[in-house]
């Protein structure tokens, strides 16, 4: 798991992006680099799971306590389909991502 979602909205003609929280929330290492179309999984509290990937990553300015950095999702996965809360997982190969093609 990389993180709990922290906010998920929409942005007309671009889709669907995923906020995540600071990085000292988050369960894998600072170091540890996320890619441009890696596979994610999206689990809601509820258990129900996405399979996606990330297809854009964002940085956005939310002040010094609120995270910045945020994941522009596929066009088909809209604001509603993400629960606030859901927890997002890398789909990775060992310590590799593994990457949408």
């Given at each position: ?68 950095l945020a994941f522009l ?29």
């Amino acid at each position: 798991m990389i993180a709990k979602t922290d906010a998920v909205f929409g942005i007309t003609g671009r889709g669907t992006i995923v906020c995540l929280p600071v990085e000292d929330e988050w369960s894998i290492s600072k170091d540890d680099a996320i890619h441009k179309r890696e596979r994610i999984r999206i689990v809601a509290p509820t258990g129900e799971t996405i399979a996606t990937y990330i297809k854009e990553i964002e940085f956005i300015n939310r002040g010094p306590d609120r995270g910045s950095l945020a994941f522009l999702l596929p066009r088909h996965i809209k604001p509603n389909d993400v629960v606030e809360g859901s927890e997002i997982r890398l789909a990775r190969n060992g310590s590799e991502p593994d990457v949408e093609p």
